[in-house]
């Protein structure tokens, strides 16, 4: 098959009302795509049979009432042989689809607000991104954990190679690393919104920025290499094949093709931005944007569009009208242009822009470097240096306007520069977070600019149903839509950046119990008929001897007699019930301060362990669970042996708790996550094997717990200690464990 090397338009989809957010390639049928649309619809396409080009729709779904933002391809298994497909939208729901019918199969509720990014792991495991800052990570129909830790919107997640591991990119201007659903790093660099995530390997991944760049990162935290091209906000990139060549798209109206870590050719479309992009297994490059076209691109000679589609394509992308306030053209003073002799002088490379004066219009070509010629991109509007405007001067800028906000009564009054060429939920949002204020206020102050800028615009009249992310002032081909009721985003938008601005039964006989011990305890019972006395255990471990030589060495030796004393059924519902119950709670978090004495953090733990012994006690622990386990895994760096056990068997007793309740499925998660992070630390053996029992206590009995375990890659991880023989316990429950999670 012949290959040019330079990607040309292969065909036009014009499949969807309005804007296309997403694409992801099928695993079935084969060829395939997945596409969604602000018009509320996931499509999906198939190669034409007939001919060499081209792609028919195969199936439509709906199931959103506001716009589709993102997709992605759920592997398939059993149950689905096919796959699945996932989208999620502006009504804060992950619609999950299958082929055979155009309704969800089923809905995933729990963000609170948009949508805008999924990734599907392995063992069917979902991850979904979203501005309420969190993401959540899910299996089948249930939320297994939620990932909190941003400041702003979640606007790229993705899953790594690396079973555990999984990424985040926001509009905090940072990417975090997330391990068992506990945050492992946070990467720093960009200087605006992180827009989009891309995996190269299990090491390494790409991201795009508001900023208008591209990097290149190590999971260890080094930033390999900052790609710079684009001239304003990067929406996506994917990843060829090959791992090192990728494709980026953007609201500067380009897809741009990067090989060996330079953009070697850039396609401009005639929409203003162009939302998304996915590599398809014959390496052509599908492109979604605000027109609501898809484009396939490919180097492949046989799948060239052909000759009449391509001046279409051409003509329609000269009959484009470039607003320069995006920046994308640089400064512009038409009485300082050349004429159309200009472009006479070939260009120096792919992409390279040039403007020229026709009359008393201003035409902007692109140098096409392998066609090698001058094509053009379109007319540019409004671009005199001379236009004549009333403009208010503001910090040595000029503006449109510049109103006075009072926030406070009483208090001091702030100035709020705004041009009607921006987009007011993104003026709105750099104005609360400049004079760091409450982001509530953000639709208060984008509807105050919308109330007191009506009639003045800039250019075309803006579509009645205004986009979500880059708003009314932007480009729209064709005619303007009339739907109402689409949200707006507070992040991008028509203001755009511009760069540089129990045990189970009874214990066999002649065994002692693992964790007390009590008569010498012998592996050679279980040589011939391998019994598991270690999993699930259901009854609460305490600690029940006191310390007498730390009860004088400690700020509150009351502790090591209250541990103690909730072990008696009196006690225990006298301190675990009412608000007592919370103020114990409380005061026992305090002293698990990771800045804390190790003598008082492992005492107030083993007082957690033993109110388990009561009823009073477990249910306060159950109601507090969020907290008292986070705290505890915060202290697994601390170096303690005994602070480990007393970690080690918190977790084993709520995980005995949660025996036997596959609803809770939430509160397993953090079990799993807490064991996870800790099996990293702990070195002690005793530690280690109360960690492997409640892991095991949890994922017995429970096929969603499993699969949790499995996404998370806890065998890989526990894998080493199948062969310690010192003491037998850990290899042999180890083993156990192993063989619960083939």
Known sequence: MASSNTYRLSCSIPGHEMDVRGLASTFFPEGAFVSVSRDRTARVWVPNSSENRGYKELHCMNGHTNFVSCVCIIAPNETYPRGLIATGGNDNIICVFSLDR????????????TVCSLSAGKFGTLLSGSWDTTAKVWLSDKCMMTLQGHTAAVWAA?????????????ADKTIK???AGRCERTFSGHEDCVRGLAVVSSVEFFSCSNDATIRRWMVTGECVEVYNSHTNYIYSVAVFPSGQDFVSTGEDRTVRIWKKGECTQTIRLPAQSVWCCCVLPNGDI??????????IFTESEERFASAQDLQAFEDELSKATIDPKTGDLGDIKIEDLPGREHLNEPGNRDGQTRLIKEGTNVEAYQWNMSDGRWLKIGDVVGGSSKESSKKVMYEGKEYDFVFTIDVNEGGPSMKLPYNVNEDPWLTAHNFLQRNDLNPMFLDQVANFIIENTKGHTIGPAPASAVDPFTGSGRYIPGAPDSRQGFGTDPFTGAGRYIPGSGTTGTTPAGIADPFTGGSAYSSAAFQKSVTNIYFPKTDGVMFEQANPTQILDIVFPVLDILRLAVRHPEINAQLCGGTDGASLCNHLLGLMSPQGRPANQMLALRTFCNCFSGSHGRSLLLGQREAVLSRAADLRSVCNRN???ALATLVLNYAGILHGRPSEIEAKAQCLSVVSSALEVVQDKEAVFRLLVALGTTVAGDNTAKDLARSLGVSSQITKYASVSDPAKVGECCRLLLDELQ
């Open 102 to 113: 155009p309704d969800p199969l089923f809905t995933l509720k729990g963000h609170t607000n």
């Open 158 to 170: 993705v899953i790594l190679p690396e079973q555990g591991l999984m990424l985040t990119g926001s």
């Open 177 to 179: 690393l997330w391990k």
């Open 286 to 295: 599908a492109v979604g944007a605000s027109d609501g076209i898809i484009r």
């Open 643 to 645: 602070l480990h056990i």
